[in-house]
C-alpha cells in the first residue's frame, strides 16, 4: 500500500502543494501560522515571518484572493474516447476513471503556473482518461492498446514535476490517457549480498524508504520532493537528492531499469557493477521525462542505515567566504552528506520562520548577536550560514567534522551550531506549502535551479540576483524577493537554487509577468556559465533552451531517438524536444 492513496485528492491538495491538513495559514488575529502535525513546525505561530512578508513583500492582510472550489462534474468536458476502445480497455480489467476530478489533478505538476491556473479555473487541457496499472504487463497492455487507438499517453507518478511536463499539448486533437503509475508501489526484493533492491517505477520516496529501513537499508536518495515523488520520476527527470554526497545522484545509483516503449521493453540484459558495450540504453532512459516510454522498474544501490547522524552548521562573514569554502572542502573531497550554502537574504527569511521566543530565548540571541557583531564584527546584512548533514560511523564523521569545521576557521566560518542545521535541513520540506498561502495574498513565488561550474558560481549568483531585481524595478514591481543557495557541491562545481517572489497586487496577469523575468533569468544563467537544469529536467518551460546547449547533431540524434522508438508520438507530451506548442496556461480559459 502507498501513503497516498489512489484517489489522491483524499490526501492531497487539489489545487496546492501537499497534504491538506497541512499548511500555512492566516488566523483570526491576522498571524501567520503552519497547521498539522507532520513537521516540527506543525501549531506554530509565526509572527516572525508575518512581520518579514509585510515589510519585504508589503503583504496587506486585508486583501486576500481565494482559489476556486472543486469545479462540479459538470463543468469538466466530455472525454473524447471511442466505445471500441473503452471495450477493450476494460476487457483486461485495468482500473480507470472518466471522472472530471481524477483527469483534473493529473493534468499538471507544480509549476507556478499550474497551480496559478488550477486556482482560477484556467486550465485548457485535462487527459480524457486515468488508468491505474498495476503490475509491468498491465503497462504493455496499455501502450499496446495505446498504439493500436491513437491515444496519447501521458505518465504520472508523484505529480510533482516543476517544468510542465505534466500538462496536456492544447493542440493534441487524439485522446490523452494519464497512465498513473501509483499503484505500482512494490518494493519487489532486497539483495543483501549486492546492496541492491529492486522496486516498481510508482513507489514514492518515504514508502521506498520505510520499507527498506525495516530491512536496515537506505538508498540515500533524498529530494526536496522525496514525501510525494516517485522512484519512476526520480529515473526520468535525472533526479538529485539532498545527500548525494554520500550516496550520489540517481544516475550514481542506478543498476538497471525496464521502460515500456511503442516498439517493446527496453532495458539491459546484464546487471553488473560496469559493462563496457557501447552506448548506454540506461542514458536513454535516464532524463527521457515520458517522452519515449513507461517506466515500470528498478534496481538501486542501497547501503545498510548509518549508524549515526549528526547536523551542523557554519555561520560565515559574507556569501563570498561561504561559496569559498564550500569550493575547498569540494577539492579536498570531504563533504558531509548535505552541505547547503544560503545568502543573507535566505537566512533572514529562514530565522523569520521561527516560533515567538520566550525571555531566555530573546536573551539568547541577543547574546549570540552581540558575539558576531561587537566581537568578530559581523554585518548581520551581509551574513550567509551553511547547514550540514553528517551520516557514517561516529569515528567517521567526528574526523569529518574536524576537517569541515577547521577549513571553514580559513575562511572566517564560525561553528554555529546543531539546532540551526538540523532546522535548515527539516525546513526544506515546509518551504513548499509557502506558495499557496502567498497566491492567497497577492504573492506569486517559484524556484529554478542551475548547475555552473565553481570559476563561475559566486558571479552567477551576484549577475543574476541583480538581473532579476534590474527586471523587476523596470516592470514598476515595488515589492520583490530574490534570494538563492548553493545546494550541491562537485569536484568542478555547484547546484545554486535561486527562489523568487514578488507582490502582484494590481497586475492583471502575475503569472506572464513572472514567466518573462524568469525567461531572462534563465538567459543570464546561461550566460554565466550555467546549465539549463541540475534536476529538475526540461518539460515544456525549459525546451527552447536546449538547442543553445547541446550541438546540431545531438539534437538531431534526440530526434532520431524519438522517431525510432516511437514513430507515431504516443508518448506525445511534448516535452525536451516536442513539436507541440507549449501551454499559454496563464492567457487561456477553460469551461471550468
Known amino acids: 500500500m502507498s501513503s497516498i492513496p489512489k484517489k489522491r485528492q483524499e490526501a492531497l491538495k487539489w489545487n496546492g502543494w501537499g497534504y491538506k491538513d497541512s499548511g500555512f495559514i492566516l488566523n483570526k488575529d491576522k498571524v501567520l501560522e503552519f497547521i498539522g502535525d507532520r513537521y516540527p513546525l506543525g501549531r506554530l505561530k509565526l509572527p516572525y515571518f508575518t512581520a518579514w512578508v509585510v515589510e519585504h513583500l508589503g503583504t496587506d492582510f486585508n486583501k486576500k484572493t481565494e482559489s476556486i472550489p472543486l469545479p462540479p462534474p459538470e463543468s469538466f468536458p466530455p472525454p473524447n ?98 497512465l498513473d503509475t501509483s499503484q505500482m508501489c512494490k518494493l519487489l526484493w532486497v539483495d543483501k549480498d549486492n546492496l541492491t533492491c529492486c522496486a516498481e517505477a510508482g513507489i514514492i520516496g518515504q514508502d521506498l524508504e520505510a520499507r527498506l529501513k525495516e530491512k536496515g537499508f537506505t538508498t540515500g536518495h533524498e529530494p526536496d520532493s522525496y514525501e510525494f515523488s516517485s522512484l519512476g520520476g526520480w529515473v526520468a527527470t535525472r533526479a538529485s ?15 538497471h531499469v525496464r521502460m515500456v ?44 542505515l548509518p549508524p549515526y547522524k549528526k547536523y551542523g552548521s557554519i555561520v560565515f562573514p559574507d556569501f563570498s ?30 530565522q523569520s520562520l521561527r516560533a515567538e521566543a520566550n525571555m531566555l530565548g530573546i536573551i539568547k540571541e541577543g547574546a549570540k548577536t552581540l558575539f558576531l ?16 548533514l553528517f551520516e557514517g560511523r561516529q569515528d567517521e564523521v567526528e574526523i569529518q567534522e574536524r576537517r569541515i569545521y577547521n577549513i571553514a576557521k580559513q575562511f572566517g566560518g564560525l ?60 516592470r514598476g514591481l515595488k515589492h520583490f524577493f530574490i534570494t538563492c543557495r548553493v545546494t550541491q557541491t562537485y569536484d568542478i562545481g555547484s547546484c545554486v537554487y535561486f527562489y523568487f517572489a514578488f507582490n502582484y497586487t494590481g497586475i492583471e496577469d502575475p503569472v506572464h509577468v513572472f514567466e518573462e523575468i524568469e525567461s531572462v533569468a534563465r538567459d ?35 530526434l532520431s531517438l524519438k522517431k525510432a522508438i516511437d514513430p507515431d508520438n504516443i508518448f506525445g507530451n511534448g516535452n525536451i524536444l516536442g513539436e507541440a506548442k507549449v501551454p499559454a496556461l496563464s492567457k487561456v480559459k477553460s469551461k471550468l
Open 321 to 350: 567566504s561561504g561559496v569559498a569554502c564550500l569550493r575547498e572542502i569540494a577539492k579536498q573531497r570531504c563533504q558531509p552528506s548535505s552541505i547547503r550554502l544560503m545568502d543573507n537574504e535566505q537566512f533572514k527569511f529562514g
Open 373 to 388: 557583531t561587537l566581537y568578530k564584527r559581523f554585518d548581520l546584512n551581509q551574513v550567509c550560514v551553511a547547514t550540514l
Open 415 to 474: 561553528k554555529a551550531g546543531e539546532k540551526n542545521g538540523e532546522r535548515g535541513y527539516i525546513l526544506t520540506f515546509v518551504i513548499a506549502y509557502i506558495r499557496d498561502i502567498g497566491l492567497d495574498l497577492y504573492q506569486v513565488a517559484e524556484s529554478f535551479e542551475t548547475s555552473v561550474p565553481w570559476s563561475h558560481t559566486y558571479s552567477l549568483c551576484e549577475n543574476v540576483k541583480t538581473r532579476v531585481a534590474h527586471e523587476c524595478r523596470v
Open 241 to 255: 537528492g539532498m545527500k548525494k554526497n554520500t550516496y550520489g545522484n540517481i544516475e550514481d545509483l542506478l543498476i
Open 81 to 178: 474516447l471511442t466505445d471500441e476502445f473503452m471495450t477493450e480497455l476494460r476487457s483486461t480489467g485495468i482500473s480507470l476513471s472518466i471522472e472530471g476530478d481524477d483527469r483534473l489533478f493529473r493534468s499538471h505538476g507544480h509549476t507556478l503556473h499550474d497551480i496559478y491556473n488550477i486556482r482560477t479555473g484556467r486550465f485548457p487541457r485535462i487527459p480524457d482518461i486515468v488508468t491505474w496499472p498495476e503490475k509491468h504487463d498491465d503497462v504493455v497492455a496499455l501502450v499496446h492498446l495505446a498504439k493500436k487507438h491513437k491515444i496519447v499517453i501521458i505518465p504520472f507518478g508523484g505529480g510533482t514535476s516543476v517544468s510542465g511536463a505534466l500538462s496536456c499539448p492544447e493542440d493534441e486533437s487524439r485522446p490523452i490517457m494519464s
Open 524 to 558: 543570464e544563467i546561461l550566460a554565466n556559465k550555467g546549465s539549463i537544469s541540475h534536476h529538475h529536467g526540461i518539460g515544456k518551460i525549459r525546451r527552447k533552451w536546449l538547442p543553445n546547449t547541446i550541438s546540431e547533431p545531438a539534437v538531431s540524434t534526440l
Open 261 to 304: 516503449t511503442p516498439q517493446g521493453v527496453l532495458e539491459k540484459r546484464c546487471q553488473v557493477p560496469r559493462i563496457s558495450a557501447g552506448p548506454d540504453v540506461h542514458h536513454m532512459i535516464l532524463g527521457s521525462e515520458g517522452s519515449l516510454g513507461v517506466i515500470t522498474d528498478v534496481v538501486l544501490k542501497v547501503r545498510p
